[in-house]
Nanobody, 115 residues
């Protein structure tokens, strides 16, 4: 059974940091592109960061230089290190696995940036 479980969200002050984790089971993530998306209230879900099966990374302009996506193949886990957080980063963050026509989503984790 394929499953993605996100963790690490919470409340943080502006300028702070959080690290999100996405633990995968039922498949090996190094064959998949792994994405982090986010959705703020009243807004569309947007792609934040991607790590390809080959290990290349891409970022949305809004998070470039602040967020880092990485993976630990041995732990079958993907991470999103978020630094210099801003109130506009507040959203539910989702992990997604993609390969060919397959798409798997996690349940999401809330990140709130507020003083």
């Amino acid at each position: 059974q394929v499953q993605l479980v996100e963790s690490g969200g919470g409340l943080v002050q502006p300028g702070g940091s959080l690290r999100l984790s996405c633990a995968a089971s039922g498949f090996t993530l190094d064959y998949y592109a792994m994405d982090w998306y986010r959705q703020a209230p009243g807004k569309q879900r947007e792609l934040v960061a991607t790590i390809t099966s080959g290990g290349s990374t891409n970022y949305a302009d809004s998070v470039k230089g602040r967020f880092t996506i990485s993976r630990d193949i041995a732990k079958n886990t993907v991470y999103l290190q978020m630094n210099s957080l801003k109130p506009e980063d507040t959203a539910v963050y989702y992990c997604r696995a993609a390969r060919a026509t397959y798409r798997y989503w996690g349940q999401g984790t809330q990140v709130t940036v507020s003083s």
